[in-house]
């Protein structure tokens, strides 16, 4: 599958922490995550914006951006993703990227050849719940085995859990906490039960912050 963008944001002060960016959204996923909200992008099947269209536009923002986000969809699953990276790369910009971790190989290629600067990565639950929440069949062992890559190789990471009711609670983050280090960037992220991919989880109570502030003194909460 080729790199497709389906759409993009032209600022975000949320995304890369500290950053002001331009998000860009790939489309395509190898999981299913019932509470994922970008479904439409997912599911995207139209011919996509050119590339060189955005970093055209992009070219007038510099001064004011600091750099691009990549998310999904997955964007790892597409092959000619470095060829993009080295797109961007070429115009200046710092890439943090958004993934599931599920293709370490790429993750090792793109740090190997230095087109990242970030690399946000999801842990959707402890791994003996995994296929319950991306309903897919999932290799476990290239989940932990991104994980490892990041916490050795040269590359600024954070990992992140949302906190989806039946998927996630307290000994999930435990365990994940566990296979991260003590020392691990962790990102405990509030769900959002509005236009889950699966329409039940739209009507899930969210937790608290009073509800995951114990689960894990050191993790950052984000979006309670």
Known sequence: MSFKLVTWLPTSFIDWEGNI???LFASG???????CHNHEIVFYEGEGIPLIEVLDHLENRKGWLDGVVITGGEPTIHKDLPKVLKEIKARG?????????????????????DLV???????????????????????TASILKSIDLLLKLNVKVE?????????VDADDVKEIRKI?????????QSFIPQNSYDPSFRFFKPYEACDVVNWDKKAILRGF
Do not use: H
């Open 21 to 23: 960016t331009a998000v």
């Open 180 to 188: 991260i280090g003590e020392s691990a960037r962790y990102v405990l």
């Open 93 to 113: 910009w710092k890439i943090k990227l958004d993934t599931n971790g599920s293709n370490p190989d790429m993750l090792k290629l793109l740090i190997d050849e």
């Open 29 to 35: 996923c190898n999981f299913r995550c019932p509470f």
């Open 117 to 139: 600067d970030f690399i946000a990565m999801d842990i959707k639950t402890s791994p003996s719940k995994y296929q319950m929440a991306t309903r897919v069949k999932v290799d």
């Open 159 to 167: 990992f992140r859990t949302t906190v989806v009711p039946s998927i």
